[in-house]
């Protein structure tokens, strides 16, 4: 029997403006349990993402919301701190954090949010490029 501890499970969308087709993923961990439950964000939700839209379409993937820990181990934006190899597997799937030196709750004292974009899409463009130009 397959065993995942995400406590919330993410909501996924499929969305298209135009030529621009991408994949919302909501996220929101557990304070208990944030780093195992980005592990298995990555070792069972990406899987499951490539089966149903394909190789190509989940590289369109954008995991946002509460993660409920920083990207950073070190300096002043490390909380709260993650383990070294916590976002390893996202990192390893070709996803990266785009917020790694802000704070993101409201008084201003933890990163808890983030965005993780798959560093590259068709014709090795940024898919935060691509959502530059259509939304603003």
């Known amino acids: ?26 996220v929101h961990l557990s304070p208990k349990n ?15 993402l ?24 070190k300096g002043m934006f490390a909380k709260p701190k993650p383990g070294d190899d916590t976002w390893s597997p996202l990192i390893q799937n070709g996803f990266v954090p785009c917020i790694k030196d802000c704070f993101t709750n409201v008084v201003q004292s933890n990163c808890y949010d983030n965005i993780c974009i798959h560093k590259k899409k068709d014709h ?13």
């Open 1 to 26: 029997k397959e065993e995942t501890r995400v406590k919330r499970m993410p909501i996924c969308g499929s969305f298209r403006i135009g030529m621009l087709e991408f994949i919302l993923v909501n």
């Open 50 to 73: 490539e089966e149903r839209y394909g190789s190509l379409k989940s590289q369109s993937v954008i995991f946002l919301g509460d993660f409920n820990m920083s990207y950073t181990t």
């Open 124 to 136: 090795n463009l940024l898919l935060s490029d691509l959502l530059f130009v259509h939304i603003f």
């Open 34 to 48: 944030a780093v195992h439950e980005a592990n298995d964000l990555a070792a069972n939700l990406i899987p499951k």
